[in-house]
């Protein structure tokens, strides 16, 4: 029996996550550069575009009271994050941080848009574009567990519907078209967010198998030299150097 192919790198069809707590916990803490670095990258991205996209609120609505209302809001999308830059790079918990920040930002992303949409409702159809693209970044293309990121998508999705229907500027067939669009954005994220955390997880299974299969005897399992080497000898040196410290 392979010695990695164990119950602990099971992955839960729901949660797309490792049954095991500890094996998704490894998993996590393996790839947290890559995380942080992709979240970076995305806050980043979406801050600067929110922002700059505030020149068209003003084309639209002029120098007026709305206006100012959605660069605030846009100005809250950089301020959070500005601050999510700062936590994920001071985190103490950087893990449980990384995945905070990114829920954040994508609340706050999401509850602006409405909120541009809410005073911009002639202009539903780019909305609609634009959610599409917002929702497969959601999906992939920020860092999050994938049961929360699925239900940001979904709530941003019912909400924007709602705020079409009491907006009233598209007719009821064109709310149906765009309604299953929307749909299908939901659905060809979530199918492209499960493969991509199975496919993770099955990397980083296959990894831990040829990593155990490096420090043991493929007959009789063995633990071998590297093992001795690695692990068992740099544990020794430092069980004894604290003993004569002490």
Not at 6 to 14: K, R, V
Request: aromatic share 8%; glycine share 6%.
């Amino acid at each position: 029996m392979n010695p990695v192919s164990l119950p602990e790198f099971a992955i839960d069809p729901l949660r797309l996550e490792f049954r095991s707590a500890e094996t998704e916990l490894a998993f996590q803490r393996h790839h947290l550069d890559r995380s942080r670095a992709s979240l970076r990258l995305t806050l980043i991205f979406c801050s600067v575009f929110y922002l700059a996209f505030a020149m068209t609120d003003v084309a639209v609505l002029g120098y007026g009271r709305e206006a100012l209302i959605l660069f605030a809001g846009r100005m809250l999308v950089a301020v959070t994050a500005t601050m999510g830059l700062f936590l994920i790079r001071k985190a103490q918990r950087p893990i449980a941080d990384l995945w905070l920040v990114a829920s954040a930002a994508e609340v706050v992303g999401m509850a602006t848009f409405m909120l541009i949409v809410w005073y911009r409702p002639g202009e539903i159809a780019w909305h609609g574009m634009s959610l599409c693209i917002m929702l497969i970044v959601v999906y992939i293309f920020i860092p999050n567990r994938l049961i929360i990121a699925k239900g940001i998508a979904i709530a941003s999705t019912a909400a924007f519907v709602l705020v079409v229907v009491e907006k009233g500027t598209v007719p009821p067939s064109g709310t149906l078209t765009m309604s299953m669009l929307l749909l299908l954005a939901n659905s060809f994220g979530l199918i492209a967010a499960r493969r991509y955390h199975r496919l993770r997880r099955d990397e980083y299974r296959v990894l831990m198998d040829l990593k155990q299969a490096s420090l043991s005897d493929h007959l009789t399992h063995c633990y071998n030299r590297r093992h001795l080497h690695e692990t068992l000898l740099p544990t020794e040196i430092a069980r004894r150097a604290g003993i004569s410290i002490g």
